[in-house]
């Protein structure tokens, strides 16, 4: 998965749930050669607002620039988790179980890379996926992405 140190997380948590949001989960990544990006995605039961992104933002923004934990430049980016919602850890793949999804795998399982299937839960550390093929266990520490698919 594409998150950050642990400490960074856990600092981004500390500001995120006291203000009564869920932390979905916070991802470093580098788009397209440009510089890089902090990820923070938030969730509440009534649903995300831009006021809610930019009030997150604001006090992550002082809390990150007092405690500075990351090396070098980087924006900051704070947002619902959207329709086609990520998957960070094990608990959101049993939550989403009985939804479609699209997992990417950083090296190749059976000869492939990409498994898109409904969510069937999961087996210890490894995620079952129902495929047009079959069931697939996937092992959750070699996922590098997942995302919900949008349903209309």
């Known amino acids: 998965m594409r998150t950050v140190q642990a400490s960074v997380a856990t600092l981004v948590a500390s500001v995120v749930e006291p203000m009564g949001y869920e932390l979905v989960g916070v991802e470093q990544v580098s788009p397209g ?31 990150l620039d007092v405690e500075d934990p990351i090396a070098g430049e980087y924006d900051l980016e704070v947002s619902s988790p959207g329709l086609d919602r990520p998957l960070f850890d094990l608990t959101h793949f049993q939550r989403f179980s009985g939804s479609r999804a699209n997992i990417r795998l950083g090296s190749k399982l059976d000869g492939r890379r990409r498994f898109s299937g409904t969510l069937a839960g999961i087996d210890g550390r490894n995620v079952l ?15 590098d992405s997942a995302r919900l698919e949008p349903e209309f």
């Open 129 to 143: 996926l129902d495929t047009d093929e079959g069931r697939v266990s996937l092992p959750f520490d070699s996922i």
């Open 33 to 63: 050669g440009r510089g890089a990006v902090l990820r923070v995605y938030i969730d509440h039961a009534r649903g995300i607002t831009l006021e809610d992104c930019e009030t997150v933002s604001r006090q992550l923004s002082s809390v």
